[in-house]
């Protein structure tokens, strides 16, 4: 069984896993990318660049309280930045969510996109489903291997 504290601590490394391969493939003019744990930890693309837009945990925090209450993707402003937020979940895990930064969008331009917008999400979603699955994969190869050097260890005819 899985505690609250082990639950959080998968979680927390599936997001960093999930942030470092969908941040390496991001352009650098591109938009920011935040992921967001359920318990509020986050993880930018660019630490400096989400610094300069001067959001506030108390913002982020409120808009994955709009997702939890069903309204997504939420579109928002922050200055000249559209800010584009979901949440993100795998088969078996809630992750938390992700927030899109689009610099220098309006609230017009962003609607205009939005189509390529949640594809880009989606495909957030899908690499951390893949990831998720890889993960799984591994701990069951891990615990064959374990299982089958026990039965080892337990046979005479190997000592």
Not at 5 to 26: K, P, T, V, Y
Not at 71 to 99: F, M
Not at 120 to 137: D, K, P, T, W, Y
Request: a negative charge; hydrophobic letters at 40%; glycine letters at 4%.
């Amino acid at each position: 069984m899985q505690t609250l504290g082990s639950a959080e601590s998968h979680n927390s490394i599936l997001n960093e896993q999930i942030a470092r391969q969908i941040f390496d493939i991001l352009p650098e003019d591109g938009p920011l990318m935040v992921i967001v744990s359920k318990n509020g930890d986050h993880w930018p693309s660019n630490s400096d660049a989400f610094a300069k837009l001067g959001v506030s945990d108390a913002f982020i925090k409120d808009l994955c309280v709009k997702v939890d209450d069903g309204q997504e993707p939420i579109i928002t402003q922050v200055n000249d930045c559209s800010i584009v937020a979901t949440e993100l979940t795998t088969e078996r895990t809630n992750c938390g969510y992700i927030i899109l930064a689009l610099a220098h969008y309006s609230p017009e331009s962003t609607l205009a996109n939005i189509t390529l917008i949640e594809i880009l999400l989606s495909q957030v979603g899908l690499i951390a489903h893949l990831i998720e699955q890889n993960n799984l994969f591994y701990n069951r190869q891990m615990n064959q291997f374990v299982a089958a050097a026990a039965s080892i260890n337990n046979d005479p005819s190997f000592n």
